[in-house]
């Protein structure tokens, strides 16, 4: 069990996810054309606030050929995610465990797992980031820092680290916000309220591309 692991399973606080997963209604995420999330097809994740742009990894450079940071590309719709629900769910439903995947082979030169986790934690700023190197499936303590929770913020979705994919952890529970940090806007975890996102599915914005080019 990786130190990340051994210690969120240890620590715990509130959150609106936490509160709410007991009394959820089954109630699947919407993409923004109003239909809902379904696993395996491909969606970008974008802030609600004009021109922070959509997640995707952080930018590539010479120290770091391979970047883990999940971060938010302004002015850009980001990079395609798959989510995959916990219990082999084709539906993505409100406040339940789901993993999130950039799209593998958007970077063919980096070979590592493009799934989203929990990680990175920065003792300077006290901040758990969002990175890549997750696992897909498999719920239970090894795999706790790659499940997340999307709830309805009103204004678009929250993304929340609130895992119950093990019954006997403890776990950190929080939502996920955008963070400046060295010159980029970095996903992690926040005190209090998280970020807004809305799904966007990627053969649609690529319709719109085209439509657009067309005119």
Request: charged share 15%; aromatic share 12%; with cysteine.
């Amino acid at each position: 069990m990786s130190p990340a692991v051994s210690f969120l399973i240890f620590l715990f606080s509130t959150s609106p996810f936490f509160s709410s997963v007991a009394t959820a209604a089954r109630k699947p995420v919407l993409d923004s054309d109003g239909k809902p999330l379904r696993s395996g097809v491909q969606y970008y994740v974008v802030s609600t606030i004009q021109g922070a742009g959509g997640a995707a990894p952080g930018p590539r450079s010479v120290e770091k050929p391979c970047p883990k940071a999940v971060v938010l590309n302004g002015y850009q719709l980001g990079v395609p995610v798959l989510f995959y629900p916990d219990y082999n769910e084709t539906t993505v439903y409100e406040s339940t465990d789901v993993n999130i995947q950039f799209v593998p082979g958007a970077d063919p030169d980096c070979k590592t797992s493009t799934t989203w986790k929990l990680d990175d934690y920065d003792p300077s700023s006290g901040k758990w980031w969002l990175t890549v190197g997750g696992d897909v499936g498999n719920p239970g303590p090894q795999t706790l820092t790659s499940w997340f929770r999307i709830r309805n913020g009103g204004n678009g979705y929250v993304l929340g680290f609130c895992p119950s994919v093990c019954d006997s952890c403890i776990s950190l529970c929080n939502e996920i916000n955008r963070v400046s940090y060295n010159s980029k806007v970095r996903l992690g975890l926040a005190k209090g309220d998280g970020a807004s996102f809305y799904f966007m599915k990627a053969s649609n914005a690529i319709k719109q591309v085209v439509e657009k080019h067309s005119e």
